[in-house]
């Protein structure tokens, strides 16, 4: 069973850093590419990036590049989001999720999310 | 910039139908867009509904489907139940692998 299990979230200060991590387990966490989508309290799903299964490729929403970096270590089986220069807009549920593919990209599993609170 | 556009809100009877829409500010949805959709209840992570425009997800009962309908992308439920009073977004496919949901739509069964 696919397990995807978000930690590192809290409340920070504008400006401050912020390590998400996501301890994957249940699947070969090596062969697939990850993502992170966030939704911001009352709001909807937004995308933020994605990172291919060897890390290779890396992509990013428009809002969060150059503050937001997403890595992964195979050897972990974990997925990171690097939060830096944070604005009360990043305020959000982080989730963590697994695409696959199947004719097309789709996510097909999701974490619980990690909450980050971008305040002073 | 384009966005990913859909009802904020919808309304349907118990066993009813009802089609919810996905579209774009700019332009038409096509399969190459890669269309999938999300039911979200209050409290919970999203829940993988439809992928690849049409194929339903492991454990997602037959009475979800989804199509292109005209210019966009469509989830329909058919015989609605209570159960399936929900949030339901749609991510799409934007090119060079950058992705994109839409607004989410609410959706009552009363």
């Known amino acids: 069973e696919v397990h995807l299990v978000e930690s590192g979230g809290g409340l920070v200060q504008p400006g401050g850093s912020l390590r998400l991590s996501c301890a994957a387990s249940g699947f070969p966490f090596n062969s697939y590419s990850m993502t992170w989508v966030r939704q911001a309290p009352g709001k909807g799903l937004e995308w933020v990036a994605t990172?291919?299964?060897?890390?290779?490729?890396?992509y990013y929403v428009d809002s969060v590049k150059g503050r937001l970096t997403i890595s992964r270590d195979n050897a972990k089986n974990s997925l990171y989001l690097q939060m830096n220069s944070l604005r009360a807009e990043d305020t959000a549920l982080y989730y963590c999720?697994?695409?696959?593919?199947?004719?097309?990209?789709?996510?097909?599993?999701w974490g619980q999310g990690t909450l980050v609170t971008v305040s002073s | 910039q384009t966005v990913v556009t859909q009802e904020p809100s919808f309304s349907v009877s118990p066993g009813g139908t009802v089609t919810l829409t996905c579209g774009l500010s700019s332009g038409s949805v096509s399969t190459s867009h890669y269309p999938s959709w999300y039911q979200q209840t209050p409290g919970q992570a999203p829940r993988t509904l439809i992928y690849s425009t049409n194929s339903r997800s492991s454990g997602v009962p037959d009475r979800f489907s989804g199509s292109i309908l005209g210019n966009k992308a469509a989830l329909t439920i058919t015989g609605a139940q209570t159960d399936d009073e929900s949030d339901y977004y749609c991510?799409?496919?934007?090119?060079?692998?950058?992705?994109?949901f839409g607004g989410g739509t609410k959706l009552t069964v009363l």
């Open positions: 990172i291919k299964h060897d890390g290779s490729e890396k």
């Open positions: 999720a697994r695409w696959t593919f199947s004719g097309s990209w789709y996510i097909e599993y």
């Open positions: 991510i799409l496919h934007m090119g060079s692998a950058i992705w994109m």
